[in-house]
């Protein structure tokens, strides 16, 4: 299979150095506006330029917590998976397989995508801010990208409502590493944390009462007569019952 990078979508253009400083809103309103009737991961990859790592996973975790494609588990959460595992293992630039990047998804799933989330990216780029610089040295982002690795994980799998805290707990990280914001990532971390023990705790809950409902947990009830008190009790061959 013919494989490509992000970086071989699309050929420079000029005043590029120039769109790398816009803000990710005003991408995701691009995008939105794009004539074409699906957007290439690849699009997405070139419009966001050298925050193509980031910017994927924002995109995806976002579409991910909205379920707004159709099957997202599948369709958002593989960009997320092998995002997060080039993050691990410490790549510069973002690879991506050809049958991965020519996956598409339609302008209007991105224009829902900005009107329910474009007003709380805006407040959030107003208050992010360069702080706790250590939380993004390269071993620090490569923990970052396990923590994403994790979640991705879950939310590839079929679990009913595993992907809302995930994906959002993946935006905040992303949107952390594009702010080089530390107390973003603290607590994107923290929410990721989160959102695990509860989705541990929540199906543990459900499985065991499952298992409850159908007598595996404590077993069929004995039948009376036979409580299991030995000899002398009841009518048994024990011998006739006690006073």
Known sequence: MTETTASDARKPRAGRHRKKERRLSAILRELESRPEERISIYDIAAAFGDRAFS???????LLTMAAIVP??????GAPLFLVAAQMVAGRKTLWLPEKLGNRTVAPSDISRLNARFLK???????????????LFAPMSIRVLGLVCFVLSAIIVLPIPLGNLAPGFSIAIIALAILTRDGLAAIAGVAMAIGSI???IIAYGAVIALFLHWIGVAG??????GMDGGGPGHGSGPGGPPRP
């Open 55 to 61: 910017a994927i996973m924002l995109v995806f975790g």
């Open 120 to 134: 709380f990216l805006r407040r959030m780029e107003r208050l992010l801010q360069p702080r706790l610089p250590i």
């Open 197 to 199: 023990i509860f989705l």
């Open 71 to 76: 099957g997202s588990s599948i369709i958002t």
């Open 219 to 224: 077993g069929p009830p004995p039948p009376p």
